[in-house]
């Protein structure tokens, strides 16, 4: 794993956190605002990020009723175009408003990951910041299991000597010739890594980045990250060691999220 210590705050302090939220939701409408606890997913997620060494923390938010309800329990909010086509897109547009200096570090935080680890976060803003001639960086972990090595909404990442990215598939990368030669029954004799959707930017690549022409092999994949490669930029890895709780992209996922706090409100009290 990337050598870093996660109680010192990182070369990169004063990174900010930038979190896209939009109201339309095929799978869960409205999910920002769902009820976590008693407080809107968005803000969850906000506080959350505010618990890493982050200077500031802003939601890029589609709705009033987002910027309403952030508003409410003190956390800032930007509203923004309402019809991004990406969550980049989006956060392109709240750093170009928000004025912040092209070097200036920005970790894009889903608006559906209210349990995500704040030392993550502090974690692919030191990554990037160590890797100068990067603008983008990501975070992986190991693929334990073969169901998920194979399964494709699991993307895998293949890097090079110094943890930078070489390509992001949803097929099983890298591919062990002679040991897959009859079906795929193990993991390959290299480590498999899993790709975390959690990213930094040096904010001159974010708002850069829409403008750049989609990639044919990012629309294959169906995976935005790929525009970057596919244009020569380099994306820093950092390696942990799992991964992190998921996010909500369904009811059933709501549901788990909120068992997951109420054990942890529980634990809190014993």
């Known amino acids: 794993m990337n050598a870093m210590d996660p109680g010192a705050a990182p070369t990169s302090a004063g990174f900010i ?25 968005v803000v969850r997620v906000a506080q959350q990020a505010l618990k890493s060494h982050a200077r500031r923390c802003v939601v890029a938010a589609d709705d009033p009723a987002i910027a309403e309800a952030c508003a409410r329990h003190g956390i800032e909010c930007l509203l923004t175009e309402p019809d991004h086509p ?21 970790v894009n935080v889903q ?16 990554c990037l910041a160590r890797h100068p001639s990067a603008r ?28 930078r990215a070489l390509y992001f598939s949803r097929a099983p990368i890298p591919w062990d010739r002679d040991r897959y030669s009859s079906g795929v029954r193990e993991l390959p004799g290299t480590s498999a890594l899993r790709h975390i959707g959690l990213y930094a930017y040096r904010v001159a690549f974010l708002t850069a980045f829409p403008k750049l022409a989609v990639a044919p092999i990012e629309q294959v994949e169906a995976l935005e ?13 950092y390696r942990t060691d799992s991964a992190p709780p998921a996010g909500v992209d369904t009811p059933e996922d709501l549901e788990r999220a909120r068992v ?3 054990l942890e409100r529980a634990a809190s009290r014993l």
């Open 17 to 41: 956190v930038l979190i896209p939220a939009r109201m339309r939701s095929s799978r869960l409408p409205g999910k920002p605002l769902a009820d976590l606890a008693g407080l809107p997913m």
């Open 260 to 262: 997951h706090l109420a």
């Open 86 to 106: 990406s969550g980049t897109d989006r956060l392109a547009e709240a750093a170009q408003r928000l004025g912040l200096a092209s070097e200036e570090i920005v």
């Open 225 to 237: 990250q790929l525009r970057a490669l596919w244009h020569g930029e380099t994306i820093a890895v």
């Open 111 to 126: 608006g559906d990951e209210p349990l995500i680890e704040p030392r993550l976060l502090d974690a692919v803003a030191e």
């Open 136 to 163: 983008m960086a990501t975070v992986a972990c190991p693929i334990d299991d073969v169901e998920a090595y194979t399964n494709p909404n699991v993307v895998k990442v293949v890097t090079d000597r110094h943890d």
